[in-house]
């Protein structure tokens, strides 16, 4: 039985562990550029301000609409293996999944930008092509990498440290946390940007696009739409403060 939140929440003063210092990455979609500025500016912060235990996050949506998603999960990988950074899995990933699993899954991922990811890897589509979803994915199987397979694997729905939930698109409200469902926790708006009371944590995410980032009692989104806006948010948790990179 789902428990309601009780009508007045008291504020939640969410922290990190003591030493720890948190670096979150908004959604990326494709630009390369910008993640590689962002990762060289986390090197540089966490090199002159040296902490016991550094996390580095990074919430989702790595691919689509930006030109190119197969560097950005080059850079991703990567950092996986030498700094041990976690990636949470974004709908845009989930859509990709749909695909390599089931040719007939093309037509809702070209929707939502899934061309620009098949031309990253070297899989252009002929004239009229677009409708056979065979023989693009057969070419893009081929051409997509064991380590970007590896990869997906490894993607988390959602991760919390401290008093704070870092997810991609938001949880379903009053829900325990293991009873909330994948396709909210990627693909959730209304429900989730709409409720005004406090969760069990503070929750980072992104998802919906914003100009700047949307800092509110109960969360914080960090989805300033980087592949079209050129900017790519970092937001640094330490104790009680949140920063910007």
Known sequence: MQQRPPEHSPALIASTPAETRIYAVGD???RADLLRDTLERLDEDLSRRPITYSVE???GDYIDRGPDSRDVIDLLAARMVR???ICLRGNHEELMEDFLRDPAALAAWLRLGGLQT???YGVTSRLGEAGNGTAIHQR???AFPRTHQL????LRPWIYCGDYLF???GIRPAVPLDRQTLEDLLWIREGFLNFSLQHAKYIVHGHTPVVHPDVRSNRINIDTGAWRSGTLTCAIFEGTSIQFL
Not at 151 to 154: D, E, S
């Open 151 to 154: 990869f997906l694997q490894c």
């Open 167 to 169: 997810v991609h698109a």
């Open 118 to 120: 098949l031309i990253s």
């Open 140 to 142: 893009f199987c081929h």
């Open 83 to 85: 700094n041990r950074a």
């Open 57 to 59: 996050i990074f919430l």
């Open 28 to 30: 990326i979609h494709g």
